[in-house]
């Protein structure tokens, strides 16, 4: 079944939690969603996932537009939601507009999010009012580490507790279809989860959220620079690849590979003229 921003919503009311993973080309959008994912994220965690940086900072629209385009090819039945990348939706209306537009039209994502709460509120307003619907993302945003001074835990203090709700009910109130709720304590993401009639999407925010996403590399055990404490790593494949590559040397080397059943072959006749 097709998953659209109203299933989202519906889960809320019906009490079904929503299921979402990260995937960056079309190989993993198509097995994900064969799977029966709910949504995928085109996240901008792709720049450290794929590209190798060490945050998200350098990430550009061009980048997200390129992974969003192949993911969207996989993706028959699941949610895509693309990540707004650093700077594309902070100097002004227009260009946020713009950029969210550039992510539908070329990368046929069906929603954007982008992170922050009331300090974004005008650029999410006039995405939903081009009738893009818009994903919010607030606690842990990446995109802020030079100001956190870090990938750390938020909303452990009244006063950012306080913000927190704020926040998620002014993106609620501005359009958003759902929030992206991460890295904050348990009962922080219960109090904000009871506070909105949209869902919320946890990462690293427990379990009273309305669905749960992680980066695919990290439940599927492909990613090692580091390991938040809230991934649950579901198989390890680096494990398994560097069997599969450690077999594929050894073969090569010992001649067991390629087979006869790998190999091509031409018309004896012709061979006997070739080698005349
Ligand atoms: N592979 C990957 N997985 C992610 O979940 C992810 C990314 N990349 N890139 C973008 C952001 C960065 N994220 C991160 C990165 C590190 C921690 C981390 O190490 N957190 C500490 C908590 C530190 C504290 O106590 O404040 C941890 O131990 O989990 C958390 C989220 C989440 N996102
Ligand atoms: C961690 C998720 C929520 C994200 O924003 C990303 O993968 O970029
Ligand atoms: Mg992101």
């Not at 704020?166 to 904000?192: N, R, T, Y």
Request: charged residues 25%; proline residues 3%; negative net charge.
């Amino acid at each position: 079944m097709k998953k659209t921003v109203a299933t989202f919503k519906e889960a809320k009311i019906n009490n079904e939690k929503l299921s979402m993973v990260t995937a960056y080309d079309y190989s993993m959008a198509k097995i994900v969603d064969e799977g029966g994912i709910d949504g995928i994220l085109v996240g901008d965690s792709l720049g450290m996932v794929t590209l190798g940086y060490e945050n998200t900072l350098a990430v550009t629209i061009d980048d997200m537009i390129h992974h969003t385009k192949a993911v969207s090819r996989g993706a028959n039945n699941a949610l895509v939601v693309a990540d707004m990348p650093f700077l594309s939706y902070h100097i002004s209306i227009e260009e946020s507009i713009r950029n969210a537009g550039r992510l539908i039209k070329e990368g046929n994502a069906h929603a954007v999010k982008l992170e922050g709460g009331r300090d974004v509120i005008d650029k999410v307003e006039g995405i939903v009012k081009a009738q893009i619907p818009v994903m919010g993302h607030i606690g842990l945003t990446p995109q802020s580490i030079n100001m956190f001074g870090g990938f750390k835990v938020q909303g452990k203090t009244i006063e950012q507790i306080q913000n927190l709700i704020d926040d998620a009910k002014c993106l609620e109130e501005a359009g958003v279809f759902a929030i992206v709720l991460e890295c904050i304590p348990e009962k922080v993401s219960k109090i904000i989860t009871e506070s909105v009639s949209i869902p919320t999407i946890g990462i690293g925010a427990g379990k009273y959220c309305d669905g749960q996403i992680l980066v695919i590399n990290d439940m599927l055990g492909m990613y090692s620079d580091f390991t938040p404490k809230f991934v649950k790593q579901y198989k390890n494949l680096k494990e398994d690849i560097n069997e599969a590559i450690n077999n594929y040397i050894k073969d090569i080397k010992t001649g067991a590979f390629p087979e006869e059943k790998h190999s091509f072959n031409i018309d004896e006749q012709i061979l006997d003229k070739l080698n005349k």
